[in-house]
């Protein structure tokens, strides 16, 4: 069964550039959750989907950030203007359901250094 | 509302040696307990989970038990080997956090030759 796929690996963007990161779940899953990883800490989600619907987004900087899940099947990330601050690794992850028995996969993640 | 608290690390240990990785939880509920580690490079992988008292997950010779009296649910191996090194994540889901992950800080742990 293949796993969570993200890309790109690694990129490296100027504060104030725009920037975007794909998130293809494993197939079947209905939930899609992005997270946020500064260096030495948990990781810090920014918004659920279940479907193609936004469960919670509570801790999304909607100002700057913007994702979506067209169809209910792969997700995009946006930033825009990038801050220094938004460095960071930004991991996707699925799950097949939404509830107590739930367990999250996660992909590889997408390194974003802001210079 | 929920929290995880975990040993600060890094844990330093010798190949071979007893690891324990300590995990304590605050929640209203009765949660289920996560154990998910980091590779370098790499994104989260679960390790082993429990969903009730007194469960025991294992996986790769990892075991933590569910011990709702002190609310633990401590990470263990007999013994470890340097491909073991990696940060471990001990997390909670209940109703209370809607089913999301809450999690703790990480623990890195570098095991030497």
């Known amino acids: 069964e293949a796993g969570v796929a993200q890309s790109p690996r690694y990129k490296i963007i100027e504060k104030r550039q725009s920037v975007a990161f794909w998130c293809n779940p494993i197939?079947?899953?209905?939930?899609l959750y992005w997270y946020q990883q500064i260096l030495g800490q948990g990781p810090k989600l920014l918004i659920q989907?279940?479907?193609?619907?936004?469960?919670?987004d509570s801790q999304l900087p909607k100002d700057r950030f913007s994702a979506e899940r067209l169809k209910g099947v792969d997700s995009t990330l946006k930033i825009q203007p990038a801050k220094l601050e938004d460095s960071a690794v930004y991991l996707c992850?699925?799950?097949?359901?939404?509830?107590?028995?739930?367990?999250?996969?996660f992909g590889a993640g997408t390194r974003l250094s802001v210079l | 509302g929920d929290s995880v608290t975990q040993m600060e690390g890094p844990v330093t240990l010798s190949e071979e040696a007893f690891l324990t990785i300590n995990c304590t939880y605050t929640?209203?509920?009765?949660?289920?307990l996560f154990w998910y580690v980091q590779y370098p490079g790499e994104g989260l992988q679960l390790l082993l989970k429990?969903?009730?008292a007194d469960d025991k997950g294992s996986n790769k010779g990892f075991e933590a038990t569910y011990r709702k009296e002190t609310t633990s649910f401590h990470l263990e191996k007999g013994s470890v080997q340097v491909s073991d090194s990696a940060v471990y994540f001990c997390?909670?889901?209940?109703?209370?956090?809607?089913?999301?992950?809450?999690w703790g800080a990480g623990t890195k742990l570098i095991i030497k030759p």
């Open positions: 992850a699925s799950s097949l359901f939404w509830g107590r028995e739930d367990i999250q996969y």
């Open positions: 197939s079947g899953h209905a939930t």
């Open positions: 989907f279940q479907n193609n619907g936004v469960v919670d």
């Open positions: 929640a209203t509920g009765y949660p289920s």
């Open positions: 429990a969903t009730k």
């Open positions: 997390a909670l889901s209940d109703q209370q956090s809607n089913y999301q992950l809450i």
